[in-house]
């Protein structure tokens, strides 16, 4: 089993930045994938950026590609999302998530993700 813990959420301005943290703990050492992914009002869950175990590769979200990080420290078993040029329109509930294998054909499909934190929200305002 493997637990997830995210922090970092909050409120900010449109222009700020965030940095969010997921702690994973438990039998860390399967994962193959880490992913966040957000729900916005109204909208349905969405897949934002996803990094593999070792760090060596990431995928973003077109709506977040150029603004957004991910980024992964192996020997704490932490993945953080750094956020910057905050729009309203990223305003959430952001969740990490985890999974044993990874595809990079589906690393943005939440079906595909065995584990999953409780999330934290972020809120950016005009």
């Known amino acids: 089993q493997v637990q997830l813990v995210e922090s970092g959420g909050g409120s900010v301005q449109a222009g700020g930045s965030l940095r969010l943290s997921c702690a994973a703990s438990?039998?860390?050492?399967?994962?193959?994938?880490l992913g966040w992914f957000r729900q916005s009002p109204g909208k349905e869950r969405e897949g934002v950026a996803a990094?593999?175990?070792?760090?060596?590769?990431?995928y973003y979200s077109n709506s977040v590609k150029g603004r957004f990080t991910i980024s992964r420290d192996t020997a704490k078993n932490t993945v953080f999302l750094q956020m910057d040029s905050l729009a309203a329109e990223d305003t959430g509930m952001y969740s990490c998530?985890?999974?044993?294998?990874?595809?990079?054909?589906?690393?943005?499909?939440?079906?595909?993700?065995?584990?999953w934190g409780q999330g934290t929200q972020v809120t950016v305002s005009l």
């Open positions: 438990g039998y860390a050492a399967s994962v193959a994938c």
């Open positions: 998530a985890a999974r044993i294998g990874c595809n990079s054909s589906t690393v943005m499909s939440m079906s595909k993700y065995n584990y």
């Open positions: 990094i593999t175990a070792g760090g060596g590769r990431t």
